[in-house]
């Protein structure tokens, strides 16, 4: 059964910044910035470099995802939408879902990476188990 509605699609498509929690190995929480799209029911994000919050996946996938949307609600409450699931990391592929993110998040026709031969990468790909937050996905 798909867990993102389709109001949080639409968040998650947005362009909005997403923050990423992941587990560090003493327990604590990591917190990242990352550009997120969809990829069927799963939410990506593309990494040229074997970052700590990778590393964090591969050892614990659980993570947690929270996107402000830019609205307010009709009670004065700034909308966000959290996601909780479990994340892989998929190597190479990173080139080219970056430049697919990049239009949405810095415009059509930019290219990013800016380099002319990037590596390949990494897709960290999450499973959503659950969402909330303030916004039509939570309402009760």
């Known amino acids: 059964m798909a867990v993102l509605t389709s109001p949080a ?3 998650i498509a947005s362009g909005q910044l997403a923050h990423l929690v992941t587990v560090n190995a003493d327990g604590s ?21 074997m970052r700590q919050k990778l590393r964090n996946v591969k050892r614990d996938p659980r993570v947690v995802l929270s996107l402000e949307t830019g609205h307010r609600n009709p009670m004065g409450l700034d909308e966000y939408l959290v996601v909780r699931g479990t994340a892989r990391v998929t190597e190479g592929g990173a080139a080219e ?3 697919r993110l990049a239009d949405v998040y810095l415009g059509p026709g930019t290219k990013f990476p800016p ?3 990037p590596p390949p990468g990494y897709v960290l790909r999450i ?3 659950s969402i909330g937050g303030v916004g039509p996905w939570a309402e009760r």
């Open 29 to 49: 929480p990591q917190t990242s910035v990352v550009w997120v799209g969809l990829d069927g029911d799963e939410i990506v994000s593309g990494h040229l470099g």
């Open 9 to 11: 699609r639409d968040v």
């Open 127 to 129: 499973t959503p188990a």
């Open 115 to 117: 380099v002319d031969d």
């Open 97 to 99: 879902l970056l430049q």
